[in-house]
Antibody, heavy 120, light 106 residues
Framework: QVQLQESGPGLVKPSQALSLTCTVS??????????WSWIRQPAGKGLEWIGR???????NYNPSLKSRVTISVDTSKNQFSLTLSSVTAADTAVYYC????????????WGQGTLVTVSS | DIQMTQSPSSLSASVGDRVTITCRSS??????LDWHQQKPGKAPKLLIY???NLESGVPSRFSGSGSGTDFTLTISSLQPEDFATYYC?????????FGQGTKVEI
């Protein structure tokens, strides 16, 4: 059973960078043709797709965030990471990592989510 | 970006009711349409993939239909554990986009 777990600071100051890591267990991040995604959800609002990475390092980002987002992968640690620069209060949200499976590109496994608050 | 629009935004229903939620995309996504269920404080859970395929372990009272730009999620007989928010998501192109959600309340 694949499991994903987000980790990182719960509080980030405005203008600084937000950094989160997703640790994958129960399977290798390099096996299969999966993409590994980040999705966020502000309190009481809907879901926003941030971007995704393939195990080889290829990425796709949401154009609305592209200038501030970097997603990377560390196959030796079975982890992938999100960095969002120059954060503001609008970046306060629960951040989820998820696995996107091939063929239908469905997000079939999700982490439990981690709340990141941007505040001084 | 492909815009996803769900209706209604919320609905009130009773246990045993048949519930239908619709999702429309701003351009054809063929059958690249998933449905997720989210309960308060929890991560979304995949219910339906490829417009009409039931994810493993999901009760058969959930079903999906549609193709192109118009899709439907149906719960044939609402159960207490089904009170949640439901999101459609297109997986045809990036950026992936979600509907705004439909909250199913008692």
């Amino acid at each position: 059973q694949v499991q994903l777990q987000e980790s990182g600071p719960g509080l980030v100051k405005p203008s600084q960078a937000l950094s989160l890591t997703c640790t994958v267990s129960g399977g290798s991040i390099s096996s299969g043709s999966y993409y590994w995604s980040w999705i966020r959800q502000p309190a009481g609002k809907g879901l926003e797709w941030i971007g995704r990475i393939y195990s080889s390092g290829g990425t796709n980002y949401n154009p609305s965030l592209k200038s501030r987002v970097t997603i990377s992968v560390d196959t030796s640690k079975n982890q992938f990471s999100l960095t969002l620069s120059s954060v503001t209060a609008a970046d306060t949200a629960v951040y989820y990592c998820a696995r996107e499976r091939p063929s239908t590109s469905s997000s079939d496994y999700w982490g439990q989510g981690t709340l990141v608050t941007v505040s001084s | 970006d492909i815009q996803m629009t769900q209706s209604p935004s919320s609905l009130s229903a009773s246990v045993g009711d048949r519930v239908t939620i619709t999702c429309r995309s701003s351009q054809s996504v063929f059958r690249f349409l998933d449905w997720h269920q989210q309960k308060p404080g929890k991560a979304p859970k995949l219910l339906i993939y490829g417009a009409s395929n039931l994810e493993s372990g999901v009760p058969s009272r959930f079903s999906g239909s549609g193709s192109g730009t118009d899709f439907t999620l149906t719960i044939s007989s609402l159960q207490p554990e089904d009170f949640a928010t439901y999101y459609c998501q297109q997986t045809y192109s990036t950026p992936r986009t979600f509907g705004q959600g439909t909250k199913v309340e008692i």
